[in-house]
């Protein structure tokens, strides 16, 4: 079982910065592929999917946040975060860290097309971005 827990949410200005953070216990080093989703508030809004980190250290983001965010991972302290700078209103959401078994499949970019295939959530930190 795999425990996860994000930090680092908070309120910025459209434009700044923030970095989440997610600490991960019960944790087989390298045998996850770790990611953050997002899902803003409100009815029909899905869960989306931010960047993923493969444990070879290869990444793939989403669409709109190319060039804004950046995943990384430190094996050594089970840590994984997200580095998210220019941020701008529509980037408001839950954040939530996730893992799922790379023995399942090792496609980042497919899994942050299909959420469901995560094995493991953390509980979530909100980002606001005002303008």
């Known amino acids: 079982q795999v425990q996860l827990e994000e930090s680092g949410g908070g309120s910025v200005h459209t434009g700044g910065s923030l970095r989440l953070s997610c600490a991960a216990s019960?944790?087989?080093?390298?045998?996850?592929?770790m990611a953050w989703f997002r899902q803003a508030a409100g009815p029909g809004k899905e869960r989306e999917g931010v960047a993923a980190i493969d444990s070879d250290g290869s990444t793939t983001y989403g669409g709109s946040v190319k060039g804004r965010f950046t995943i990384s991972q430190d094996h050594a302290k089970n840590m994984l975060y997200l580095q998210m700078s220019d941020l701008k209103p529509e980037d408001t959401a839950m954040y939530y860290c996730a893992a799922r078994n790379l023995r399942e499949d090792r496609n980042l970019a497919w899994w942050l097309q299909v959420p469901a295939l995560t094995n493991y959530w953390g509980q979530g930190t909100q980002v606001t971005v005002s303008s």
């Open positions: 019960g944790y087989v080093d390298k045998k996850y592929l």
